[in-house]
């Protein structure tokens, strides 16, 4: 047998409560990591809720981790890592690569009841639906998140232009070497961001659209995440950003960084979590959707506006 990362729903999460384990079943481990593109103030909310849940409920001292990583950089690893992963979850970005490592048998199926299963809708959106989990049960959607711009209002003001609104407004000649993106190869909300562009434009105006911003743009950042951080700290003037865990970061931290998504044409992140395929089944309880819900309530507190260990705990299949 593979390892494998799990992907689970914060909505679906806080559904149910299945019982503790039974006498005679295997004991329940003590590591929890996870691999993920979530702001660090968002996963050490949500660890810090599952060790806590742990505690009360099986008297388990949990020890929780994280790595940061992009979307595509973890999903690169997860692949690297050949159904041995080094962590028990993959949480947050678009499904695209997520049906990859469904298609490699890199991913467990969710534990999920039927009912729970069938309560969540299976798309969103017109014209183009965007799926909310997949159809064999191996991924689900945990948020719907727009993408937009963040800009610092002092250094837009001192460039004399007026703050951005629009997506054009990244093309201004003022905000040359001003503009911080990710590259979309590491990052799915940047490469979203370009499907937003091509899917406005079309393919030949749209990649004219993208190589003149390319000439606005300052720097290139490692992640997505760092996008807000450079601009609330003045370096760059504007960029693209997720607002609720990463521009909101900042504000809440007092910098002056303001967030606006664009009318003319945007589309939602749906942030995911999956399980990765292990080498045996992990002894969690991955079914008690009561600890999941507590992490969910853990983001809301710290948000004010969304794979598979050796000894990692999970539940025997």
Not at 29 to 43: G, R
Not at 147 to 170: F, N
């Amino acid at each position: 047998m593979k390892r494998l990362i799990m992907l689970v729903i914060a909505i679906m999460l806080a559904t149910g409560g299945a019982p503790g384990p039974v006498l005679g079943q295997a004991p329940i481990e003590s590591e929890l990591a996870l691999i993920t593109p979530v702001s660090k103030f968002i996963h050490d909310a949500a660890l810090k809720a599952f060790a806590d849940y742990a505690k009360e409920k099986w008297n388990v001292t949990v020890k929780v981790s994280a790595i940061p990583a992009g979307t595509p950089v973890a999903y690169g690893r997860i692949v690297e890592w050949k159904g041995k992963p080094e962590v028990d979850i993959f949480w947050g970005g678009e499904s695209a690569l997520f049906e990859k490592l469904v298609e490699q048998k890199l991913l467990q199926k969710l534990e999920i009841s039927r009912d729970a299963w069938d309560a969540i809708p299976t798309s969103v959106g017109t014209p183009k639906p965007i799926p909310l989990k997949d159809k064999d049960g191996f991924w689900v959607g945990t948020a719907l998140e727009p993408y937009g711009l963040v800009y610092h209002p002092k250094k837009i003001q001192r460039l004399g232009i007026a703050e951005p609104r629009e997506w054009d407004d990244l093309l201004n000649p003022k905000l040359r070497g001003e503009v911080a993106q990710c590259a979309p190869t590491r990052s799915s909300s940047s490469n979203a961001t370009y499907e937003v562009i091509l899917s406005m434009y079309g393919e030949d105006r749209g990649w004219e659209w993208l190589t003149k911003l390319a000439a606005n743009t300052g720097h290139f950042t490692a992640r997505s995440r760092d996008v807000p951080t450079v601009v609330a700290k003045g370096e760059y003037s504007v960029g693209f950003a997720v607002p609720s865990y990463m521009a909101f970061e900042e504000r809440l931290a007092g910098f002056e960084i303001k967030f606006v998504a664009p009318a003319a044409s945007f589309r939602s992140r749906r942030s995911t979590r999956s399980r990765a395929r292990r080498a045996r089944p992990p002894r969690w309880p991955w079914s008690s959707w009561e600890a999941c819900g507590r992490i969910s309530n853990a983001r809301s507190r710290t948000s004010t506006t969304r794979p598979s260990r050796r000894n990692g705990p999970t539940r025997s299949s």
